[in-house]
């Protein structure tokens, strides 16, 4: 599904980091039949208090304990009933002492006392700062994976399923929204109370609370609530973004074999939001900065795609729950399968063709460049660490992969069976083989061992020949990721791949007619040719048809049917295939055709493969024709021929780069690319390149005038100072962009372009930059702790080690520790173990001085104290 090649085996990072071990769900004491929380909001000291009531069906008598997750949590009381139950809390576990023993079906409500003041996470409270002004107060909730513990004391796993009720105290500006019915609500003084009830059963890490002065938007599907809630003075943007919501949920209630199963549904944007968009059930939380504007959606479907995304968890994670963190593919795999079923409904085959491509390009740069792991495993330091590429993009490719294996009709019979037999009740992956078998008879567990149980794919390098007098056609397959050291079971892949061979009839055709003949093959060997009789020579052949196996392949066929296949083949994977092959043979020839291709195919997706081909030809005439495609009706093409003119370097690319980094274009990202390329080529070995002082002042004005939309363009212009590594007035610019105060995603934006800029600069430069990003390290807001971690795992410097190392020890945040982690291992890697054991060294010297400081001080106090 790639023109990506690898030629050699390769040794892949291994995902378990120290400390990793095996995860299980606890011990089960009963059954959480009902969790009700009774709260009242302090917003101005960020303050959350009240109680927390649990009802437990005993699972067995003679309970005569009960341990909850409970983090940073001031517990005050703990009764059942009236009669105080002894407990024990270390800030982390609260283990309750039940006075009498529980008794069989005999249910117990458990209700708890107490407070939460500036929770570090599962409860954010955000609101107007001294450097952000204007920034909306706000409170929000985010449980995945295991943070529900950190705002209410409860049994934070996903195996256990419970309705839920928050009633809530807020001042009567304020609105709460939380999952279910809004039961009631009432005015006590300046308090109003919210009262949400959810009926249905789920997890605790979906129950939420979003408080806030919001506009809500109203609008409805089957007489159900569709509910949009943003800040005051966005509402147009809300439509604009959300507003397909109701043929989404027709669109998925008919593909999932159920209707959309809560009271309401509804999508509240909220401002810092830590993930792109949370599922809770019946009410979705998605981040502000996914709100379009009219330009904005030009060429973007990312807020599309998160809607859709979101929504289809409220089938597939919602109503049909995993029961243990390793099996999150299930629904992450759906969810993302989601958005490109959507695509084909709404833009095409074609168009989901494409989607499906890049979900797989995603999941193999994962794969590539960080580390390969099965998709179910169990075996980690904290569950959220399982959130990657391998349960999105690659679960999306593997459902795809089930419906290319079992047809149309059979596996959404299979979906239908799987979501209408474990509806309300928690699954693993074995129950949806277990569906797969009920709903169609057909065992698909070869194609999960290869693709769910064991990490990888197949990388294919397939050649072809004709041989005329016997009208044969010779297919070799190579497997070459396989390493030969290691059991053939666990390296070759055994799939049966269809290949179809093309004819194109011209003869009074206009457009040409392509027939096509399919063989399907068995590959199961290291290497393996294949003799196809055929009724004439094929004007070009396709390897895996259709495109649905997660695979990367190397194509290496003769020139003339690379052209044919460029031009003709219906599938445009295989096309952007033979762009990739055709590219790798060089030459004038290659390169016309490709040109050819960038104005004349049908499909942008195409056109933008295409563009970034060409510029891969270190070839005078690769820019004459990409020219063409400066012109083109799609943004998305113009922003990739923007991003390859950029790459060529060539002597007249600034010429083409700059009317457009001036006059703008009506998509934001073009015009930013325009603007990084030229920055691009500022920093390059030209020597006509575009003089400095001139794309400075070029830069300096649009980071003053040209603030807009998620702060696209003025970061494209921090992106294209970043190359230019040798110049302190580019250094200072983007230093400028990394104070408090600077709009977040242009800062965002400037501290992750921090670490390209370091490359190539002065020590006291460097040490600018590093002073700058240890300073930025101490904030404790998420998205800010990951842009440091980007920028210091690019530089090359052991002192990046000791900030790396030093966030990864005061972060509350797994993932961050772990991209830290990460970042070191690349920055060790690029300055040699010697450095590296030299910035160890140096980090022990001022751990040393530090402690000396502080011992001084506590001294000097002591003193005071003692006086």
């Known amino acids: 599904m790639s023109n990506f090649f690898i030629d050699e085996p390769k040794k892949h990072k291994s995902?378990?980091?120290?400390?990793?071990?095996?995860h299980y769900n606890p011990d089960r004491p009963g059954q959480v039949e009902h969790i009700f929380l009774d709260l009242a909001l302090d917003i101005d000291q960020k303050i959350c208090e009240g109680t927390c009531q649990i009802r437990l069906n005993p699972v067995r008598s003679g309970?005569?304990?009960?341990?909850?997750?409970a983090v940073n949590l001031n517990i005050q009381d703990v009764r059942i009933g009236r009669a105080k139950q002894p407990f024990d809390y270390d800030d982390e576990r609260l283990v309750i002492h039940l006075k009498q023993e529980t008794k069989v079906g005999k249910a117990i409500t458990v209700a708890i006392a107490y407070s939460v003041n500036q929770p570090q996470r599962g409860l954010y409270f955000v609101g107007p700062e001294p450097n952000y002004p204007d920034k909306p107060t706000q409170v929000w909730t985010q449980g995945e994976d295991e943070d529900s513990r950190f705002w209410f004391p409860c049994f934070d796993y996903p195996g256990q399923l419970a309705t839920s009720e928050i009633r809530v105290r807020v001042p009567k500006e304020f609105l709460a929204v939380s999952n279910g019915e809004l039961v009631e609500t009432s005015l006590e003084e300046n308090q109003m109370i919210y009262h949400w009830l959810q009926k249905e059963i789920h997890p605790t890490y979906l129950m939420t609370l979003a408080v806030g002065e919001f506009a809500e938007i109203r609008d409805e599907w089957q007489g159900k609530p569709v509910l949009y809630y943003v800040e005051k003075g966005l509402e147009d943007s809300a439509r604009l973004s959300m507003g397909k919501t109701p043929q989404m949920m027709a669109f998925l209630s008919e593909k999932y074999g159920v209707l959309y199963p809560y009271p309401k549904y509804a999508q509240v944007c909220?401002?810092?939001f830590i993930f792109g968009g949370m599922e809770n059930t019946s009410t979705t939380l998605l981040g502000d900065r996914y709100l379009l504007d009219e330009r904005a959606a030009i060429d973007n479907r990312w807020t599309e795609s998160l809607v859709v995304h979101e929504l289809a968890h409220q089938w597939f994670g919602d109503l049909v729950v995993i029961k243990h963190w390793s099996h999150a593919w299930i629904k992450e795999g759906m969810a993302s399968y989601s958005e490109v079923m959507w695509t084909e409904k709404e833009y095409g085959v074609?168009?989901?063709a494409y989607y499906r491509l890049n979900e797989a390009r995603n999941y193999f740069n994962e794969d590539s460049n960080r580390y390969r792991r099965p998709v179910v495993t169990n075996i980690y330091r904290a569950a959220i660490e399982l959130y990657d590429r391998h349960i999105y993009e690659k679960g999306a490719c593997i459902y795809h992969m089930l419906r290319a294996e079992l047809g149309e009709d059979l596996f959404w019979k299979a979906i239908h069976t799987f979501v209408q037999d474990n509806a309300h009740s928690t699954v693993e992956t074995?129950?949806?083989?277990?569906?797969?078998?009920?709903?169609?008879?057909?065992?698909?567990?070869f194609l999960f061992d290869q693709y769910v149980?064991?990490?990888?794919?197949?990388?294919?390098?397939?050649?072809?020949?004709?041989?005329?007098?016997?009208?044969?056609?010779?297919?070799?397959?190579?497997?070459?990721?396989?390493?030969?050291?290691?059991?053939k079971h666990q390296e070759l892949f055994d799939l049966k791949i269809p290949i179809a061979f093309g004819w194109v009839k011209t003869a009074g055709k206009k457009p040409p007619q392509v027939e096509q003949q399919t063989f399907t093959v068995r590959v199961h060997e290291a290497e393996q040719s294949f003799y196809l009789v055929l009724p004439s020579k094929p004007d070009f052949v396709s390897f895996d048809a259709g495109n649905h196996i997660l695979k990367q392949v190397m194509l290496e066929y003769p020139v003339p049917e690379l052209k044919t296949q460029l031009q003709h083949d219906p599938d445009p994977l295989s096309r952007i295939n033979a762009a990739a092959a055709l590219v790798k043979k060089g030459g004038l020839e290659a390169a016309q055709a490709l040109g050819e291709a960038l104005k004349k195919d049908t499909f942008w997706g195409v056109r933008i493969e295409v563009a970034q081909q060409l510029s891969k030809l270190q070839l005078d005439q690769a820019l004459d024709l990409l020219k063409a495609g400066l012109k083109d009706e799609d943004a998305r093409v113009r922003r990739a021929v923007v991003d390859a003119i950029a790459t060529l370097k060539h002597g007249n690319s600034y010429k083409l780069l700059k009317p457009i980094a001036e006059k703008g274009d009506p998509s934001y990202l073009v015009e930013a690319a325009a603007i990084r390329g030229i920055g691009t080529l500022a920093g390059s070995g030209l020597a006509n390149k575009p003089k400095e002082d001139k794309v400075i002042k070029l830069f300096k004005s649009v980071l003053k005038k040209r603030a807009g939309w998620n702060e696209v363009i003025r970061s494209g212009a921090i992106s294209g100072l970043s190359q230019m590594k040798t110049s302190t007035d580019a250094l200072d610019l983007v230093l400028e962009q990394t104070v408090s105060g600077t709009p977040q995603p242009l800062r965002l934006a400037s501290i992750r372009a921090l670490g390209a800029i370091s490359a190539g600069q002065s020590p006291t430069d460097l040490q600018r930059i590093l002073d700058s990003l240890k300073a930025i390290s101490g904030e404790s807001f998420f998205l800010t702790q990951v842009a440091v971690v980007s920028s210091l795992g690019q530089m090359e410097t052991p002192k990046a080690i000791g900030i790396l190392r030093g966030l990864a020890n005061q972060t509350s945040d797994n993932r961050v520790e772990r991209m830290a982690e990460e970042a070191i291992k690349k920055v060790q890697k690029k300055v040699g173990s010697g450095q590296a054991?030299?910035?160890?060294?140096?980090?022990?010297e001022q751990l040393k001085k530090d402690n000396q400081t502080l011992k001084s001080r506590l001294?000097?106090?002591?003193?005071k104290a003692k006086k």
Not at 431 to 444: E, Q
Not at 466 to 481: E, F, M, P, R
């Open 350 to 352: 074609d168009d989901a």
């Open 453 to 487: 149980f064991r990490g990888g794919y197949p990388d294919y390098k397939v050649s072809y020949s004709w041989d005329t007098d016997s009208n044969l056609a010779k297919v070799t397959v190579k497997q070459t990721q396989a390493d030969p050291k290691k059991p």
């Open 15 to 22: 995902f378990e980091l120290a400390g990793a071990r095996p």
């Open 837 to 844: 054991i030299q910035s160890v060294q140096e980090e022990l």
């Open 270 to 272: 909220v401002a810092d």
């Open 430 to 445: 074995i129950d949806l083989l277990r569906a797969i078998d009920k709903a169609t008879g057909r065992n698909l567990a």
């Open 859 to 863: 001294e000097e106090l002591e003193a």
């Open 63 to 69: 309970i005569t304990q009960l341990a909850l997750d």
